[in-house]
């Protein structure tokens, strides 16, 4: 596939890993910001958006939630990427040479025993790839960064171990956004739909809404809340389940949670990735 898909971060960062992973034909575009990426998709300086919205170890990522149901973009795929974390330095560094490491505080904290193993002091950057790039243009041989392997492609640095990490199962999940809704049936394991509503102000509405997709087994993979308009009173519900809206129980479901709900948005039908396995 041809064309161009913007991401959040600095070309290096996980996120444009992301993108030559589920899609490698494109040009990955790097924006400063999550808005600046959804608004590329939007005017159509960009095909799609690749966003971040939770990591198995750090959880949901902020912002992504709320940014999403109105921005006029819909969800056409997922995509699950392993977090492998890396030591890059300047080309000919050994690793006994290195005292700092620079990166973002969550990839610090996800190796430790490793930085604590061979006496390197941690320091924080504002990202990961930008780590990368500091330590490029620093030139200073004591200083590495913890980045993708891809950082280090991109700004010569050699990569001095690789998958650091302490845990091995790191992985964040992307969701990738389109200007155009794709509710076609595809894929080998399955399709996602994803939705957010408000329920009404009576009492269980909760309970009851989710009665619906309990009695006619449809698997809800995640359910999430978080405030909406700056107030504690007005809370929105975010939700993964498993199956087409067009599935016969899906539909009743759905069905049942308009009863109980005064806004309910499909954000998007598309396949399940393997990786959630």
Same mark, same amino acid.
């Given at each position: 596939?041809?064309?161009?898909?913007?991401?959040?971060?600095?070309?290096?960062?996980?996120?444009?890993?992301?993108?030559?992973?589920?899609?490698?034909?494109?040009?990955? @575009?790097?924006?400063?910001?999550?808005?600046?990426?959804?608004?590329?998709?939007?005017?159509?300086?960009? =095909? +799609?958006?690749?966003?971040?919205?939770?990591?198995?170890?750090?959880?949901?990522?902020?912002?992504?939630?709320? !940014?999403?149901? =109105?921005?006029?973009?819909?969800?056409?795929?997922? $995509?699950?990427?392993? @977090?492998?974390?890396?030591?890059?330095?300047?080309?000919?560094?050994? #690793?006994? &040479?290195?005292?700092?490491?620079?990166?973002?505080?969550? +990839?610090?904290?996800?190796?430790?025993?490793?930085? $604590?193993?061979?006496?390197?002091?941690?320091?924080?950057?504002?990202?990961? $790839?930008?780590?990368?790039?500091?330590?490029?243009?620093?030139?200073?041989?004591? #200083?590495?960064? !913890?980045?993708?392997?891809?950082?280090?492609?991109? %700004?010569? #640095?050699?990569?001095?171990?690789?998958?650091?990490?302490?845990?091995?199962?790191?992985?964040?999940? *992307? +969701?990738?956004?389109?200007? =155009?809704?794709?509710?076609?049936?595809?894929?080998?394991?399955?399709?996602?739909?994803?939705?957010? *509503?408000? @329920?009404?102000?009576?009492?269980?509405?909760?309970?009851?809404?989710?009665?619906?997709?309990?009695?006619?087994?449809?698997?809800?993979?995640?359910?999430?809340?978080?405030? @909406?308009?700056?107030?504690?009173?007005?809370?929105? *519900? %975010?939700? =993964?389940?498993?199956?087409?809206?067009? &599935?016969?129980?899906?539909?009743?479901?759905?069905?049942? +949670? &308009? %009863?109980?709900?005064?806004?309910?948005?499909?954000?998007?039908? %598309?396949? $399940?990735?393997?990786?959630?396995?």
């Amino acid at each position: 596939m041809t064309g161009r898909i913007a991401f959040q971060g600095e070309p290096g960062a996980y996120s444009h890993q992301a993108c030559r992973a589920a899609r490698p034909g494109m040009e990955a @575009v790097p924006c400063r910001t999550f808005e600046d990426a959804i608004d590329m998709v939007r005017s159509g300086e960009a =095909d +799609l958006g690749m966003l971040p919205v939770e990591n198995s170890t750090y959880g949901r990522v902020a912002d992504i939630h709320s !940014l999403m149901p =109105d921005s006029g973009l819909h969800i056409i795929d997922e $995509a699950f990427v392993r @977090v492998h974390i890396n030591l890059l330095a300047l080309p000919g560094t050994r #690793l006994e &040479d290195v005292e700092q490491a620079m990166s973002h505080t969550m +990839l610090l904290g996800q190796c430790k025993k490793f930085l $604590a193993r061979h006496g390197i002091h941690r320091v924080t950057g504002a990202d990961t $790839a930008g780590s990368a790039r500091h330590v490029a243009e620093l030139g200073d041989p004591k #200083l590495a960064a !913890l980045a993708s392997e891809l950082a280090g492609e991109i %700004y010569g #640095l050699d990569v001095l171990a690789r998958h650091i990490e302490d845990q091995g199962n790191n992985t964040t999940r *992307f +969701l990738i956004m389109s200007r =155009d809704a794709d509710y076609s049936p595809r894929g080998d394991h399955g399709m996602i739909t994803s939705f957010v *509503f408000q @329920v009404r102000n009576i009492p269980a509405a909760l309970y009851k809404a989710m009665g619906g997709f309990a009695t006619n087994g449809v698997n809800m993979t995640k359910l999430e809340s978080y405030m @909406v308009g700056g107030t504690f009173t007005a809370t929105q *519900f %975010y939700a =993964d389940i498993e199956g087409h809206p067009e &599935d016969p129980a899906v539909q009743r479901a759905l069905e049942e +949670l &308009d %009863y109980f709900t005064t806004e309910m948005k499909i954000l998007g039908v %598309y396949p $399940a990735d393997p990786g959630r396995q």
